[in-house]
């Protein structure tokens, strides 16, 4: 859960792998990003298993946005 967590992080910055993960530091249980100087820069919304062990991740720059999950199942 944690590297998906932090996998979105680099998404949503856009800035990928390339910013270094231990650049930041993702608090999955209270859904907070902080950066190196320990301000909280964005948020993890929403932690989903899909299947076992295959999580993904949703990080948002402000807490306002609420993600929805709309399942497809055949």
Request: hydrophobic share 30%.
């Amino acid at each position: 859960r944690l590297w998906t967590t932090k996998e979105a992080y680099g998404k949503c910055t856009g800035k990928g792998l390339a910013e270094g993960f231990s650049s930041f530091f993702a608090d999955i249980t209270n859904g907070e990003i902080y950066n190196s100087r320990g301000e909280c820069v964005a948020y993890s919304s929403m932690i989903e298993n899909l299947h076992e062990n295959y999580y993904f991740s949703i990080v948002t720059k402000t807490r306002d946005i609420q993600p929805k999950i709309i399942k497809n199942n055949p």
